[in-house]
T-cell receptor, first 109, second 115 residues
Framework: GQQLNQSPQSMFIQEGEDVSMNCTSS?????WLWYKQDPGEGPVLLIA?????ELTSNGRLTAQFGITRKDSFLNISASIPSDVGIYFC?????????FGAGTILRVKS | GAVVSQHPSRVICKSGTSVKIECRSL??????MFWYRQFPKQSLMLMAT?????????EQGVEKDKFLINHASLTLSTLTVTSAHPEDSSFYIC???????????FGPGTRLTVT
């Protein structure tokens, strides 16, 4: 099946620092999504990207859809304690979502 | 986005018994619902796609006779884990999609523990 390579696997950062994570694929996808999952909860959609090269922001979050359509990154600026969680990239494959392995974010206050 | 609920949020059952998990779309008519399974520290894996009024489509490796899915209305889909075994212990999450399927809204998940 399709695989997404998401990195880093985990991050432990100081409150106030900026965070960057990315996803790559060997295949081209036309829709990239970023979700956040809190412990014991379902994922929540943060940002959806539909156009190659697109840069989209949602508050302190910024995500870009790579020009090759094979990658995407998510940046979080000025991290705060509630940013803690697991961040997943996902792509639309047919009518299904395929998820990356996730990036665990821990914030030290 | 759509508001999705799941019931129960946690369930413990004995090996060999069956467990039913409900997924409800509270404010959205969901023609399609998806069921995922997530093992600890792993990503979400799609189990099946549930279409209202028709049979579910299962992913490769998922036994349709073990994981029974019923999508009888636009607001309710159920997943029944039959003859549960400890290896079925997992976090089961549903999502709903009313339009383009990338607009998926997830439920809060159900933690199943089989003893």
């Amino acid at each position: 099946g399709q695989q997404l390579n998401q990195s880093p696997q985990s991050m432990f950062i100081q409150e106030g620092e900026d965070v960057s994570m990315n996803c790559t694929s060997s295949s081209i996808f036309n829709t990239w999504l970023w979700y956040k999952q809190d412990p014991g909860e379902g994922p929540v959609l943060l940002i959806a990207l539909y156009k190659a090269g697109e840069l989209t922001s949602n508050g302190r979050l910024t995500a870009q859809f790579g020009i090759t359509r094979k990658d995407s990154f998510l940046n979080i600026s000025a991290s705060i304690p509630s940013d803690v969680g697991i961040y997943f990239c996902a792509v639309l494959y047919g009518n299904k979502l395929v998820f990356g392995a996730g990036t665990i974010l821990r914030v030290k206050s | 986005g759509a508001v999705v609920s799941q019931h129960p949020s946690r369930v413990i059952c004995k090996s060999g018994t069956s467990v039913k998990i409900e997924c409800r779309s509270l404010d959205f008519q969901a023609t399609t619902m998806f069921w995922y399974r997530q093992f600890p520290k792993q990503s979400l894996m799609l189990m099946a796609t549930s279409n209202e009024g028709s049979k579910a489509t299962y992913e490769q490796g998922v036994e349709k006779d073990k994981f029974l899915i019923n999508h009888a209305s636009l607001t309710l889909s159920t997943l029944t884990v039959t003859s549960a075994h400890p290896e079925d212990s997992s976090f089961y999450i549903c999502s709903v999609a009313g339009g383009p399927s990338h607009e998926q809204y997830f439920g809060p998940g159900t933690r199943l523990t089989v003893t």
